[in-house]
């Protein structure tokens, strides 16, 4: 335990430093989305994507995002109803949008060429139930004439596991946003525009990969570990209540824990108490080089699995594990040499710790616990079966 004036010498290093004064130019300007706190809100975010699709809105952009979200869903539909050569002739201006039409995140109708389009948007959560079988019988049950296309839009681009659902990345949403902008032949108002650009920045920072924002934040915090870990250790009591909480679920479902400290709470269950989950030069002391945690993540909290360590060999070989195990892994393409997340979901978002107390964050993470156990299962189920 460093005494107070190393404590201080540490901290003053840490403000001072030019790899911190690099991070913080990059989150510095104003974001109207992050001051709304909205970024891992799916209303909000389902709200928003309403209003840019919706030819009749007064953005400006007329069809154009519209008649490019569902050309490039129909792209990477494997058998789509409707081509994407057919809706560029499409007349998209009397597309009907509607938000929560029977509980359906976006609904749209085009009524001249009877094509309804269902929109399901995860941002934070999973799927439950039979939801997407419900909504495209909603859709076909009202609409019989029409013809159905689902979209169901998550963070990677998810499979829902659905045939009548098209998985749709926030990464393609990125792509769309940036191409808008680029066009020379829409005059949109410059208010909008500057919307849209914090919009597509608040994308890049939520939902894409950033090599290079990963190794200037292990570059920090291996510079500047002890003064990270004092501002670590005295954040406020409200933040250390959730991982209590946390890590007493974890303790009451019989996992084992693993080096929990005052950022993350880390858990092995027993299924990955396996030779290639492994590795002498794993992160972890015990040498677990896969494993589960809650986490902070800026004013979030989430549950991942992670991939620390190991030799290049090991973690090919967990890397195409995870990658031929979707669902319930989630992983990106690209293997990362520091450390690898193989599944992230938002367990507590920034306003539960504002507006929770214990008796409500407990009911929040209690609800949470049930979807991570069944996660966590079929995670346990894919090693087990899976041929080492």
């Known amino acids: 335990m460093p005494t107070s004036d190393e404590a201080r010498q540490f901290l003053e290093a840490f403000i001072t430093s030019r790899d911190l004064v690099k991070l913080e130019a990059r989150f510095a300007h104003f974001n109207v989305f992050e001051a709304l706190a909205v970024a891992r809100r799916e209303l909000h975010h389902s709200s928003f994507l309403a209003f840019v699709l919706s030819p009749q809105e007064s953005h400006g952009l007329r069809e154009l995002f519209l008649r490019r979200f569902l050309q490039e869903a129909a792209r990477i539909a494997s058998e789509p109803t409707v081509s994407a050569i057919e809706i560029d002739g499409l007349d998209l201006s009397r597309v009907e949008v509607r938000r929560e039409f029977q ?32 909504y495209h019988e909603i859709a076909t049950q009202q609409f019989p004439k029409h013809r159905f296309m689902g979209i169901y839009l998550t963070p990677e681009g998810e499979d829902s596991n659905d045939a009548n659902f098209i998985p749709f990345s926030y990464k393609g949403v990125r792509a769309l946003v940036t191409e808008v902008l680029n066009r020379e032949d829409l005059m949109f108002s410059p208010n909008f525009r500057s919307v849209l650009e914090q919009y597509g920045e608040l994308l890049d920072r939520r939902f894409m990969a950033d090599q290079e924002l990963q190794e200037l934040c292990a570059s920090i915090y291996k510079k500047h570990k002890q003064a990270i870990d004092i501002l670590i250790e005295n954040l406020p009591d409200e933040q250390s209540a ?8 974890v303790s009451d479902a019989n996992f084992k824990l693993d080096e929990c400290g005052n950022n993350a709470v880390r858990f092995v269950p027993e299924s990955f108490a396996i030779p290639a989950f492994k590795s ?109």
């Not at 959730?242 to 679920?249: A, E, P, Y």
């Not at 992160?283 to 360590?309: H, I, N, P, T």
Request: aromatic residues 10%; proline residues 2%.
């Open 103 to 134: 509980n359906i995140d976006i609904f749209l109708r085009e009524p001249l060429k009877r094509i309804v389009v269902v929109l399901e948007n995860k941002v934070g959560t999973t799927l439950h139930g039979d939801q997407l079988k419900r």
């Open 242 to 249: 959730i991982l209590s909480l946390m890590k007493k679920m």
């Open 280 to 388: 002498d030069t794993a992160w972890l002391e015990s040498g677990q080089m896969v494993y589960l945690e809650f986490r902070r993540k800026r004013e979030d909290f989430v549950f991942q699995a992670k991939m620390d360590g190991g030799s290049s060999e090991q973690r090919a070989k967990v890397h195409a594990f995870a990658r031929s195990h979707q669902p319930p892994f989630r992983v990106d393409k690209a293997i990362y040499e520091k450390y690898q997340v193989l599944y992230s979901q938002t367990a507590v978002e920034g306003v539960s710790l504002s507006e929770g107390n214990d008796q409500g964050l407990s009911a929040v993470l209690n609800e949470k616990w049930v979807e991570f156990e069944a996660v966590i299962g079929a995670m346990s189920k894919a090693v087990q079966e899976h041929s080492w």
